[in-house]
């Protein structure tokens, strides 16, 4: 059933694994959103889910992980880690491609979040297709200091949850009245104030962008704020909020397949239990 809110799906890298059991949950309920909202790992998450290709995420991270065409700690001095264009090339019959065809047809609008290195500021990508849609996921998705910055319609551009980490914002700037925010934290997670090692390393790495580099030093203050407000509107049936029972021990670049596998059933298992509560606040 198609209901007319949106989805916000926040990043965290591999602690992603969690959000594509709970969307792989939703798919297998027939569950569909009008607006789709994903920020880093989220964006790849959410795109698909739009195209309706259940287990892909899971898939990808579980059999390809220690491809070193995906991820590769030799690139770390070119900034590469994790290929992200590897997601979206054609690896042959064992691959599940990306269905850019069912993703057009889909009846959800997608949202890419990102942040603009010049401003410091969100900026949004809705519904791009081809290799605009390639740009957004990757300016989404890539970390700073573990990433190069990615060029985009919008100018160069990084992860998303620098200015915007869980952007139910963006959703309700969209006009929705009914949101469902899937998060990779524990509802009782803040973080810590930027440390004096991470100023100065955002003011050296990122000194032609001091706005950007403010952005990433005043991200936990932001993000703890978001936090708080998230949990308000939750607590006033506002929005309905998933988030870990308890919290995820998984490293933002996790080795270890067993972990993956078992974060990824975990969502699964988590999404069914909040599924009743969710079928009930989509239909108030």
């Known amino acids: 059933m198609l209901y007319n809110a949106a989805l916000v799906l926040e990043g965290g890298a591999f602690r992603g694994q969690y959000t594509a059991g709970i969307i792989d949950t939703f798919l297998a309920h027939h569950i569909e959103f009008r607006s789709v909202i994903g920020v880093s790992a989220g964006s790849l998450n959410g795109v698909n889910f739009v195209s309706k290709q259940y287990g892909r995420a899971a898939n990808i991270n579980i059999n390809h992980r220690h491809d070193r065409h995906y991820i590769s700690m030799t690139r770390v001095f070119r900034k590469e880690i994790i290929n992200l264009d590897y997601l979206f090339e054609d690896h042959g019959y064992s691959w599940e491609n990306f269905n850019e065809r069912a993703y057009k047809r889909s009846a959800s609008h997608f ?3 990102a942040t603009a290195l010049r401003t410091g500021k969100a900026v949004l990508f809705t519904d791009p297709t081809g ?7 990757k300016a989404s998705s890539s970390m700073p200091f573990l990433s190069n910055p990615q060029e985009t319609s919008q100018g160069p551009c990084l992860d998303g949850g620098i200015a915007d ?4 914002d963006v959703a309700q700037q969209q006009g929705y009245d009914k949101i469902v925010i899937v998060r990779t934290r524990d509802t009782k ?3 810590n104030p930027s440390s004096r090692a991470v100023r100065e390393l955002y003011h050296r790495i990122y000194k032609d962008y001091p706005q950007f580099a403010q952005a990433g030093i005043d991200r936990p203050l932001v993000y703890n704020r978001q936090v708080a407000t998230i949990n308000q509107l939750a607590n006033e049936g506002r929005v309905y909020n998933i988030a870990p029972k308890s919290p995820i021990k998984i490293k933002r670049v996790e080795g270890n397949i067993k ?5 990824y059933e975990r969502g699964k298992k988590e999404g069914e239990e909040y599924l009743p ?8």
Request: no cysteine; hydrophobic share 35%.
């Open 165 to 168: 980490s869980i952007p139910y």
């Open 259 to 263: 972990k993956i596998r078992k974060l």
């Open 277 to 284: 509560g969710l079928i009930r606040y989509l239909g108030q």
């Open 111 to 113: 949202t890419a979040v």
């Open 131 to 137: 290799d605009q849609l390639t740009q957004a996921l």
């Open 189 to 191: 997670y803040r973080k």
